[in-house]
């Protein structure tokens, strides 16, 4: 299905002309009226006749009038065909037979384009889709909105690709890009976003680890890599985005952007992933810790025998080695024995 954009007639014209149709036709009901009691019976008859004939159908030409704001659209169909979309903001006048779809006018995601910023409630006074006035009104408009909306979808329990289940959650920013495709191509084009954007997270989120592994590959080269969901967030979420593009292609809608809003183990291993990256932490510190107090000691040794200062057989070396890692790699200020004997 291909969009066709109408070029519609000025609305405020027609308005105008069908108003003054209807007070030319009170006027002609009363001037038959006239003759009728002036003994003209026939043309008395025909303008009587002819003004209440417009009376009872001259509603009809309203139902043609349409309003729209910026970004808005509304898809017409005259007796099930498909005539054309509507674009632009103004006051236009179509067919007054023609008909607004909207298949997911009645859908409400958690997304932008579905809160009601107006706040209306109750009924109102409608002229086809798009021209209301008078009372409020809760029924869903048919106007297709071309903003670009976001969708917070829901958080998902996803299992990464060494098993371990996750939580994640992302934002969608999208808009409809072709209206003949998002309502005529697909049943309801914001459920059928909604269902893609869970299944594409589910193919990409299981392709990588929670944290860095090893001997993981998340690119599909065949070499193991770096990636993984808290560090490469970017790249996910790039491809998250390609892959709901890829499927919702078809409906005409767009996908601008896709950005990871949360990420947590699940809770039932978030504990004891907890205490693994503590584990990790603690192993990492005591390695650098471990290094430095090497490389003092060694220092240590070195200029104690550049500068003479003590000549130490290896025996008194491996004590003193002992006691400078003892004092440096221990988690508690040492309490030093001073030994004021020989050193022997």
């Not at 008909?99 to 409608?126: C, H």
């Amino acid at each position: 299905m291909e969009e066709k954009v109408l070029k519609a007639k000025n609305g405020m014209a027609m308005l105008m002309l069908t108003s003054l149709a209807y007070l030319l036709s009170i006027v002609v009901v009363i001037m038959g009226g006239v003759l009728l009691d002036n003994e003209i019976i026939v043309l008395g008859v025909i303008m009587l006749v002819a003004g209440i004939l417009w009376l009872c159908i001259g509603w009809i030409p309203f139902m043609g009038l349409r309003i729209l704001k910026p970004q808005e659209a509304l898809v017409l169909t005259l007796f099930g065909k498909y005539i054309g979309t509507l674009k632009g903001e103004g006051f236009y006048y179509v067919n007054p037979f023609v008909s607004a779809v909207n298949p997911a006018a009645k859908t409400a995601l958690r997304q932008s384009g579905d809160v009601d910023s107006d706040g209306d409630k109750g009924p109102r006074l409608t002229f086809g889709a798009g021209l209301s006035v008078g009372m409020q009104h809760n029924m869903p408009s048919k106007v297709i909105s071309l903003k670009v909306m976001t969708l917070n979808n829901n958080k998902q329990k996803i299992n990464d690709c060494l098993g371990n289940p996750v939580e994640i959650g992302i934002a969608v920013i999208w808009r409809v890009a072709d209206t003949a495709k998002a309502v005529f191509d697909v049943d309801n084009y914001k459920e059928f976003l909604s269902l893609q954007c869970d299944a594409a997270l589910r193919n990409i989120v299981r392709l990588y680890p929670y944290d860095v592994a090893q001997n993981v590959d998340t690119t599909g080269d065949g070499e193991p890599d770096e990636g993984s969901l808290r560090g490469s967030s970017e790249i996910v979420a790039q491809r998250i985005r390609d892959e709901i593009q890829s499927r919702v292609r078809g409906a005409g809608l767009e996908i601008i952007e896709a950005r990871i809003t949360y990420l947590a183990y699940a809770p039932e291993i978030a504990a004891v992933m907890l205490q693994r990256q503590q584990a990790s932490a603690v192993i990492d510190a005591r390695k650098m810790i471990v290094d430095g107090a090497v490389g003092m000691v060694e220092m240590a040794l070195d200029k104690l025998s550049e500068r003479e200062i003590v000549n130490l057989d290896e025996e008194r070396k491996a004590a003193m080695v002992s006691n400078l890692l003892v004092v440096l790699c221990g988690n508690k200020d040492t309490q030093p024995i001073v030994n004021s004997g020989s050193l022997y």
